[in-house]
């Protein structure tokens, strides 16, 4: 079974920081496009960051300068790092990925479960 686990998460106050993670585990080939979602009660779910395999990143205007986003292949996981913690980042934050498995030539969409951001002042 292939799953994608966001952790981190948490109660930080305005200002701070936190780092996200989203872990794939199970049996698989490889991992392309990753991102991170966010979603806020009562609002549509918005992309905030994504990156490639080979680490092109991209990151929303509304969030470009505070959070940076990256990975480690090796360990099948995707990091967020999250600076200057505003009001407005409290959300529930979404990894979401294109993974392949073994044995098969497409990749198939996942997402985690989420992991909620609290954020406090």
């Known amino acids: 079974q292939v799953q994608l686990v966001e952790s981190g998460g948490g109660l930080v106050q305005a200002g701070g920081s936190l780092r996200l993670s989203c872990a794939a585990s199970?049996?698989?080939?490889?991992?392309?496009?990753m991102a991170w979602y966010r979603q806020a009660s009562g609002k549509q779910r918005e992309l905030v960051a994504s990156?490639?395999?080979?680490?092109?990143?991209n990151i929303a205007d509304s969030v470009k300068g505070r959070f940076t986003v990256s990975r480690d292949n090796t360990k099948g996981t995707m990091y967020l790092q999250i600076n200057s913690l505003k009001p407005e980042d409290k959300d529930i934050y979404y990894c979401?990925?294109?993974?392949?498995?073994?044995?098969?030539?497409?990749?198939?969409?996942?997402w985690g479960q989420g992991t909620q951001v609290t954020v406090a002042s």
């Open positions: 199970g049996r698989f080939a490889s991992i392309s496009t």
């Open positions: 990156i490639t395999a080979g680490g092109n990143t």
């Open positions: 979401n990925a294109f993974i392949r498995k073994i044995g098969l030539s497409t990749s198939s969409i996942y």
